[in-house]
T-cell receptor, first 117, second 114 residues
Framework: AQKVTQAQTEISVVEKEDVTLDCVYE???????LFWYKQPPSGELVFLIR??????QNEISGRYSWNFQKSTSSFNFTITASQVVDSAVYFC??????????????FGQGTELSVKP | EPEVTQTPSHQVTQMGQEVILRCVPI?????FYWYRQILGQKVEFLVSFYNNEISEKSEIFDDQFSVERPDGSNFTLKIRSTKLEDSAMYFCASSVGGGTGELFFGEGSRLTVL
């Protein structure tokens, strides 16, 4: 069965610190997709990144970077030089590739990041 | 930039009443979804919809729930007889592809059942 675990419920950092949000997933599929979404206090879900299971290359986008390691079933997200605007709940999610009629996303519990000035 | 829009943003209803939540997905998207998030909890899948029929649904999506795309643009979620535990944020989402594409979410409709 597929499952996503975000063990960190809350993280609090001071502005300009680096912070890593952990995500561990379980799936029996060889083809799958991993996502990160941001949910700011306003409540909407903002797409950040998608990764497929065949692409383990790490990705950097500005202050954001993602480390995908199939050997440990992890897809961790790092924010470098955090800012107050990064304060939000971050969700990791898994989508299995065998579903070709609209594969559902399985979300983790979310990590609430609080960046203090 | 195209976006998914949802109405109403907040609805308060009495237990036992019917509620319809509306969504306008991104125009060239073919797959539509409803998710729900009970306050402070994770986002849970309810249902996916493709080619005018339900393609997958969760255990949460029981006979009280139904979805339809009545006019080719709107995608609605109906809760027939609301219960207190239906109080949650309901997110509509759409995607171009079914297995690979990212989901774009609306801003959510907060349902409060009294």
């Amino acid at each position: 069965a597929q499952k996503v675990t975000q063990a960190q419920t809350e993280i609090s950092v001071v502005e300009k610190e680096d912070v890593t949000l952990d995500c561990v997933y379980e799936t029996r599929d060889t083809t799958y997709y991993l996502f990160w979404y941001k949910q700011p206090p306003s409540g909407e879900l903002v797409f950040l990144i998608r990764r497929n299971s065949f692409d383990e290359q790490n990705e950097i986008s500005g202050r954001y970077s993602w480390n995908f390691q199939k050997s440990t079933s992890s897809f961790n997200f790092t924010i470098t030089a955090s800012q107050v605007v990064d304060s939000a709940v971050y969700f990791c999610a898994l989508r299995e590739g065998r579903s070709n009629q609209g594969g559902k996303l399985i979300f983790g519990q979310g990590t609430e990041l609080s960046v203090k000035p | 930039e195209p976006e998914v829009t949802q109405t109403p943003s907040h609805q308060v209803t009495q237990m036992g009443q019917e509620v319809i939540l509306r969504c306008v997905p991104i125009s060239n998207h073919l797959y539509f979804y409803w998710y729900r998030q009970i306050l402070g909890q994770k986002v849970e899948f309810l249902v996916s919809f493709y080619n005018n029929e339900i393609s997958e649904k969760s255990e949460i999506f029981d006979d009280q729930f139904s979805v339809e795309r009545p006019d080719g643009s709107n995608f609605t979620l109906k809760i027939r007889s609301t219960k207190l535990e239906d109080s949650a944020m309901y997110f509509c989402a759409s995607s171009v592809g079914g297995g690979t594409g990212e989901l774009f979410f609306g801003e959510g409709s907060r349902l409060t059942v009294l």
